[in-house]
């Protein structure tokens, strides 16, 4: 089956912009800045976050941002002892970092949609879980997202590990296929597969998230902030709704605004398009499936959760609810 784009009805984002628009407030008070560990360079994925910075947003909630990159797993412990307050990371990271005892909180959902799939070039033939049995696959690394992503499908699918024979070939999921060194290869959706895409390649796409789907990003804070300064979480939420919903009505003045954050766009005409086609790709995550903008469903913390202990890298029995909360998405004013 080939790779479709498909057209996502716009009209609830179009409400909830407007909403969110009417409702940013200041607070009283001085501005106060806030680091923001993203986990990674500057990229075209955080775009919402550009557009909240330069519409206004969080200045309006009284706060300004600063950006700081960095890996997610040595974030994710800074939030947790309390040396940062915010990060954006992955719900799996979340889970992880609660089983070991670090008071990390996931209060605002992004990526709706899990974003990791197995990708091969059309002409292998691979079109469903079943055509990988026998099939050399290629992932990046065993452990974190998109690892737990293949051990999903796995599961879903009824593939086992004497199926597939399963290879690390690091970050080079691209040149691998193309070179022929691997059948299929583990990928995140909005990079290999659409830069592969955009220079003229063919291919098949089996995404995760259409046998189960599993918390991907989001904003994740820690108890003590939640609990001391919910003012300031809220504020946050508000402010990246805000940049997300309008991301999502008006991509190509995101595109536009992030240039200023990412060096990479000020390349040339080829690099740019690619820039320009994860966008899209990254959009279609981003507003796929029900329910509100920014909330968490618990089926998909149930589900990530339960991977995992299968997988034997958390124990059994942690308490889900206390990984996730809605209540500060519920706290953004509606009509």
Do not use: H
Request: proline content about 4%; overall charge negative.
């Amino acid at each position: 089956m080939k790779t479709k784009r498909t057209m996502w009805s716009v009209v609830t984002l179009w409400l909830v912009s407007l909403v969110l628009a009417a409702c940013g407030r200041a607070p009283a008070g001085e501005t106060e800045t806030v680091r923001l560990a993203m986990g990674f360079i500057p990229n075209i994925q955080f775009a919402p976050f550009y557009v909240a910075v330069e519409k206004g947003y969080f200045a309006e909630e009284g706060i300004q941002i600063q950006f700081d990159y960095g890996w997610e797993t040595d974030l994710l412990k800074l939030v947790g002892t309390g040396e940062l307050s915010f990060v954006i990371g992955s719900g799996d990271q979340v889970i992880l970092a609660r089983s070991q005892g670090l008071p990390v909180l996931y209060v605002l959902n992004w990526y709706r949609r899990f974003p990791v799939c197995v990708v091969s070039l059309d002409e292998t033939g691979i079109q469903t879980p079943e055509d990988l049995e026998g099939r050399l696959v290629g992932t990046p690394v065993t452990f974190g997202a998109s690892y737990i992503g293949w051990r999903a499908l796995q599961e879903a699918t009824g593939l086992s590990e004497q199926d597939v024979e399963l290879v690390s070939i690091g970050y080079t999921q691209a040149a691998a296929l193309t070179e022929g060194q691997v059948d299929a290869a583990i990928c995140y959706t909005m990079n290999e597969p659409v830069q592969l895409e955009v220079s003229g390649e063919e291919l098949d796409i089996i995404y995760v998230a259409d046998y189960i789907n599993l918390v991907s990003n989001g904003l994740i804070t820690n108890d003590e902030t939640a609990a001391e300064r919910p003012e300031l979480v809220e504020g946050m939420v508000r402010a990246a709704l805000r940049g997300l919903a309008f991301t999502l009505e008006n991509p190509d003045e995101a595109f536009d605004i992030s240039r200023d954050y990412v060096p990479e766009l000020a390349g040339d005409q080829a690099t740019e398009e690619v820039n320009r086609a994860i966008l899209d790709e990254c959009i279609e995550f981003w507003r796929a499936g029900s329910g509100e903008l920014g909330r968490s469903r618990s089926e998909d913390w149930t589900a990530s959760q339960e991977v995992m202990e299968r997988m034997g890298l958390i124990e059994p029995g942690s308490d889900v609810q206390e990984m996730y909360s809605n209540e500060f998405v519920d706290q953004v004013e509606m009509p």
